[in-house]
């Protein structure tokens, strides 16, 4: 025989309260009650059991019965009773997870890990090159190239679509440039090397390297990736279009946006700057 007080853990799991649950079983075991028979069966205080029983009249755990003789209760059949705390069960939790499904979840900030040196830089790149998926966005300079040629070569084969900006501007192209590949001089001038990868649009590795020291970034934070992609390709764009209106495009300038142009370029100006890009006059 299971315990009374193994029945009356069960009924609260289910989300019976301790009278409740002892009222019901008084029920079940004895039949139909009054509330005085119930509360005498139970052990539940006379003062407690009429609103007790009223919750389960609600709950459908119980009937209530108006007879000649007064209200009296009898308990709903277990399989009865199961049956419906089952379905309100499968509602509820249908219910909140419909609810839950709409609650914005807080956009966490991506962290930007650094990366210690030359080495966890090209380590970190393959791992980058490797995992795109759809396309890649590649600044680099020879030394990296060459580091970096199988895996650039591995993602083209996979079919990544890849636009590569050599920025040592050399004169042929080397292995580790694939894909569509613009040659202009955004080197740095001060013996830097830069690398800047940015594979999918999300993960950017951005890299300084000098004799010995490495400085660089590895992040998917949103707005670091996307100065990131925005200067290579406004870089990539100015230099098009100043190479392909060659002399004629110092004559498109107002004399007001050639003030602000070189306000903006101070070392020589802003066509001596596009004519280092484009390794050619642009007057």
């Known amino acids: 025989m299971v315990s009374e007080t193994t029945l009356t853990a069960a009924l609260q799991a289910l989300g019976f309260t301790e009278y409740e649950g002892r009222a019901y079983l008084a029920l079940l075991h004895d039949g139909t009650l009054n509330g005085y028979e119930v509360a005498k069966a139970s052990g539940i205080p006379r003062s407690n059991i009429y609103p007790v029983l009223e919750r389960l009249v609600a709950g459908q755990a119980a009937r209530r019965l108006d007879t000649p003789d007064g209200t009296r209760y009898s308990a709903t059949p277990p399989k009865v009773l199961l049956a419906h705390l089952e379905t ?165 300038l107002s004399a007001e946006a050639r003030r602000v142009l070189d306000g903006l370029h101070p070392d020589g100006g802003f066509i001596a700057y596009l004519e280092r890009l484009v390794g050619g006059p642009v007057k």
């Open 88 to 252: 309100d069960h499968r509602r509820a939790i249908g219910d909140a997870r419909e609810a839950l499904s709409q609650v914005e979840k807080k956009p966490e900030d991506a962290p930007v890990f650094n990366l210690r040196d030359r080495d966890e830089l090209l380590a970190q790149a393959k791992v980058l090159l490797r995992a795109a998926r759809k396309n890649l966005l590649v600044a680099i300079q020879f030394q990296e190239a060459s580091a970096l040629a199988p895996e650039l070569a591995a993602a083209r084969a996979r079919g990544i679509t890849i636009t590569t900006l050599c920025m040592e501007s050399c004169p042929t192209v080397c292995e580790g440039c694939v894909g569509d590949i613009h040659r202009y001089r955004l080197a740095p001038d001060n013996g830097a090397r830069w690398l800047v990868l940015v594979a999918d649009n999300r993960h950017l590795i951005a890299a300084e390297m000098r004799a010995g020291t490495t400085r660089a970034i590895s992040t998917q934070q949103g707005l670091v990736v996307e100065l990131a992609t925005a200067y290579v390709r406004q870089s990539l764009a100015l230099a098009m279009v100043a190479g392909a209106l060659g002399e004629r495009f110092d004559g498109l």
